[in-house]
């Protein structure tokens, strides 16, 4: 038989590594788009500075969000440190 605290183990788990999954997915984006703004890119990036540092911001933001809902999601599923 399943003990519920060990669903919430997977369960957190799993959202955690979710939220860790989109926290790099953004990161690889703007990182490309910087890249791309280089003369070392053939295609374009952002178009502007400020294009570059407002999406750099609301990441900035994203990650923070993610990362508070990685601790609650642990806590939650009482996940602890090994």
């Known amino acids: ?3 519920i605290k060990e669903i919430k183990i997977n ?3 799993a959202i955690a590594a979710a ?3 989109v926290i790099a997915l953004l990161w690889r984006d703007i990182i490309v788009g910087l890249l791309k703004m280089t003369p ?4 374009e990036g952002f178009s502007d500075i400020s ?14 969000l993610c ?3 990685i601790i609650y999601i642990s806590k939650w599923g009482g996940i602890e440190k090994k």
Request: aromatic share 16%; proline share 0%.
């Open 51 to 64: 294009g570059a540092i407002a999406s750099i911001v609301l990441v900035l933001v994203i990650t923070f």
């Open 40 to 43: 070392f890119w053939s295609e």
């Open 1 to 3: 038989m399943v003990k």
């Open 19 to 21: 939220f860790g999954f």
């Open 11 to 13: 369960v957190a788990t």
């Open 67 to 69: 990362v508070i809902g």
